[in-house]
């Protein structure tokens, strides 16, 4: 049998996706109002199991339809997933509001998926009120075509009580902060010295290894791809700059010896480490308490810093997730779900935010995850909605902030560069770079400059390649 091209495999999961949607109706045309008359939003990522977040969600859906006579909530446990996404999308059978992260955004964007939020958000007053960087991320041609939800800058995490027994405390109470990639690792080999812990963990599966390698490459000069005039994008990694960042990687294992035995690291098995106590240092993407509170980590041993520098640039990775609303989106829907998104996400201070904000942070609290960290935000520093969030931070924080202080200075001052993720994609570029930092730990003669190449050629042909836009 001969066997289909990606191209052809992706024309025909999309031509039956599509010929599902004319046979269901095409979509939701016969449901974006309910019997009342009131226009229904259907939200993807609701919690489906008893507990918290599910009684949060309902209070806020509660809330809103008392505020809102006009609209009803439909909660729906969609979440993105990229294998199915542009087959439900093709057959119209996306939530009306849906989250995804921002590697997906240009993607999606570009394929028409997600509606165009500029004159409702004009009109509700957004403009100038989000963070230009961020703004970028979700617009094209001037319209916004994505609700920012969150954001975050990769920091360096570090253990408090390990950092203390190697001596790295400074007298403020901070944790002492590597100014390089180079100090980090000898604050690492401190660390195995003083304590036996590994002094430094990085993740290396799940797309995960690639994610974290990805800034450190960059702190090395490394760009992974350029757009051509014709549109195409052409891997440019194949240089002695990413060989170089991956030599890096390589000798924590073989040169300083400060990485755990495993090598085989998920984000589970990352974040396991990291909550109990299996390591000093390792890199954060803002706020991770919630990642390894359920391992019993206690939040005063959570510190945070700065991203150290690289030898040619000082930058760190801006990420998170942002909220759609599908293209197949009613003019009442898209202005219903503005309405909604704005109960929980907003510039303004007012006082459906304020209860949204204080009930999520007091559920991070009856959850015993760490209260001090004031990550990235999507919004301009002139927000009210940020101010006030930072208050109920400053008034609720259950840890000493000195141990956080050097990465909320970061974020709040930011010396280095903030880079978004890489354009074109990005998790399929994450996927093989994981599998160059696999190779480059479990074998000590691994080639380098050879990964990078092989790497390079085969993003380019799997993937660039076989892009439609």
Known sequence: MKKLSFKQITALTLSFALTAGIFTGCGKKATDKDEEGRTIVTVGNWPSKEGAELDNANANKKRFEKDNPDVVIEGDAYTFERKTFYAKAAGGQLPIVYETAYTEVPEIINSGYSADLTDVLNKRGYKGMFNEKILELV???????AFPKNAYIFGLGCNMDIMKKAGLINEDGTPKQPKDWYEMAEFAV??????????????????CGGWMYMPIAWSFGVDFMEQNKDGKWQATFDTKEAVEALQ???????????????????????????????????????????NVSQYG?????????????????HVTLLGGAVQCVSNNATADQIDASVRWLETMYNYKATDAFKEAINRRYETKIANKHHIGIKAMSPWSSNSEGLAYEHSVIDKMANADLAHVKLYNDFVANCPADIQPEEPACCQELYAILDGCIQEVLTNKNADCAKLIKNAAKDFQKNYLDNLTY
């Open 190 to 207: 401190r660390i195995k010295e003083k304590t036996g812990k590994p002094g430094f963990v990085i993740p290396t599966s799940a797309n």
């Open 139 to 145: 617009s094209k041609d001037g319209k916004i075509l």
């Open 297 to 313: 980590m206690d939040v005063n041993a959570l510190g945070a810093m700065a991203m150290p520098a690289g030898p040619k640039r």
């Open 248 to 290: 890096f990687i390589k000798d924590l294992k073989w040169k300083y010896d400060v990485l755990p035995a495993n090598s085989l690291i998920d984000p589970t098995e990352y974040y396991k480490t990291i909550g109990t106590n299996g390591a000093g240092m390792y890199i954060i993407p803002g706020d991770y308490s919630g």
